[in-house]
């Protein structure tokens, strides 16, 4: 059984810092790509950024370009979200997935697995 835990979210103020985790089990991880995604209220699910099995290749929405860098230790099986100069707009749930593929993804549909998320929420 695959499990995706997020952790790291918070309460922050805008212009603050926060990085995120997601710990997956279940699945060889170092096999695929993984994702960010984040969902706030009333809204779609928004791609946020994705890393290839090895690391090599990222992709990011333009929203946080510039801003968030992903990355993943295949040792511990975890994903990382560094989030840096964050916003109000950044404010929602963010949650990852493990792709259906080895490259990076940017649509949901191309992945399988998914987490429950961690709550971001930037003050103004």
């Known amino acids: 059984q695959v499990q995706l835990v997020e952790s790291g979210g918070g309460l922050v103020q805008a212009g603050d810092s926060l990085r995120l985790s997601c710990a997956a089990s279940?699945?060889?991880?170092?096999?695929?790509?993984m994702g960010w995604f984040r969902q706030a209220p009333g809204k779609e699910r928004e791609f946020v950024a994705t890393i290839s099995k090895s690391g090599s290749t990222t992709y990011y929405a333009d929203s946080v370009k510039g801003r968030f860098t992903i990355s993943r230790d295949n040792a511990k099986n975890t994903v990382y979200l560094q989030m840096n100069s964050l916003k109000p707009e950044d404010t929602a749930v963010y949650i990852c997935?493990?792709?259906?593929?080895?490259?990076?993804?940017?649509?949901?549909?191309?992945?399988?697995?998914w987490g429950q998320g961690t709550q971001v929420t930037v003050s103004s």
């Open positions: 997935a493990i792709a259906r593929t080895s490259w990076s993804q940017s649509s949901p549909n191309e992945y399988n697995y």
């Open positions: 279940g699945r060889t991880f170092s096999r695929y790509a």
